[in-house]
C-alpha cells in the first residue's frame, strides 16, 4: 500500500508544472486524494483535494492556489495529478499526495506518499 | 479559516518525561482534530484522529484529548524514537488547517 509522487523539479516563476501520485496496493477509486505541501523548514499547508469517484470526484482547493493550482484523477490507472500554473517563488516546497480515511467524527490522513519537491526560480 | 494554535513551538524534554503539547482551535470543531508527527526528511505519520482514536500500530505512551477548541497530545514516557515535530490538523471545514507544529528536542 503506497502513494508515490513524481514530476517536480526546477520550474521558472510563472510556467506550469504537473505532479504525479500513482497509487497501489489499495482500491484507489475508493478514497479522496488530497495533496499537502511544505515549504522549506516551515509547517504543512492543505493544497486541495478531489473526492472519490463514488462522490462525484469533485475538487476543493486552498485560497492560496484556487485558480492556478487544478486535481484530477484516473480512475483506471489509480493516478492522481496536480496541474500547477502561473507558478510562485512562494510555491516552493515538498509536494505530498495524501490518501484520506475516515474516524467516526471526521476524516484524517492515512497515507502519505514521500513528496516531490518543487522549486520555483530563475 | 479556523486557525489552530499550538504551544509551545519548541520544547526540550528528556527520556521518560511526560510531554503535553496544546492545540487550539479559532473555532469549534467538535472532535474532529488528529496529531501527526514527522521526522526529518519523512512524511508526517497519523497519531491520532477524531482528538482521541489512536491509529493502528500507534504506541500507547500517545493519547489525544479534548473537544471544540482545545485539544493536548500527551506522550507520557518520551522515548528517544519521539524527539520529532508533532503538528495537528482540522478537517472540520474548508479550508482543512494545520497548527504551526511544536519541535520536542533532546534536553
Known amino acids: 500500500v503506497q502513494l508515490v509522487e513524481s514530476g517536480g523539479g526546477l520550474v521558472q516563476p510563472g510556467r506550469s508544472v504537473r505532479l504525479s501520485c500513482t497509487a497501489s496496493?489499495?482500491?484507489?477509486?475508493?478514497?479522496?486524494v488530497n495533496w499537502v505541501r511544505q515549504a522549506p523548514g516551515k509547517g504543512l499547508e492543505w493544497v486541495g483535494l478531489i473526492r472519490s469517484l463514488g462522490f462525484g470526484g469533485t475538487t476543493e482547493y486552498a485560497a492560496t492556489v484556487k485558480g492556478r493550482f487544478s486535481i484530477s484523477r484516473d480512475g483506471s490507472h489509480g493516478i492522481a495529478y496536480l496541474q500547477m500554473n502561473s507558478l510562485k517563488a512562494e510555491d516552493t516546497g515538498k509536494y505530498y499526495c495524501v490518501r484520506e480515511d475516515y474516524g467516526a467524527y471526521s476524516p484524517y490522513f492515512d497515507l502519505w506518499g514521500q513528496g516531490t519537491l518543487v522549486t520555483v526560480s530563475s | 479559516a479556523i486557525q489552530l494554535t499550538q504551544s509551545p513551538s519548541s520544547l526540550s524534554a528528556s527520556v521518560g518525561d511526560r510531554v503535553t503539547i496544546t492545540c487550539r482551535a479559532s473555532l469549534g470543531i467538535s472532535s474532529g482534530l488528529a496529531w501527526y508527527q514527522q521526522k526529518p526528511g519523512r512524511p508526517p505519520k497519523v497519531l491520532v484522529y477524531d482528538a482521541s482514536t489512536l491509529q493502528n500500530g500507534v504506541p500507547s505512551r500517545f493519547s489525544g484529548s479534548g473537544s471544540g477548541t482545545a485539544f493536548t497530545l500527551t506522550i507520557s514516557s518520551l522515548q528517544p524514537e519521539d524527539f520529532a515535530t508533532y503538528f495537528c490538523?482540522?478537517?472540520?471545514?474548508?479550508?482543512?488547517?494545520f497548527g504551526g507544529g511544536t519541535k520536542v528536542e533532546i534536553k
Open positions: 496496493g489499495f482500491t484507489f477509486g475508493d478514497y479522496n
Open positions: 490538523q482540522q478537517f472540520d471545514s474548508f479550508p482543512v488547517t
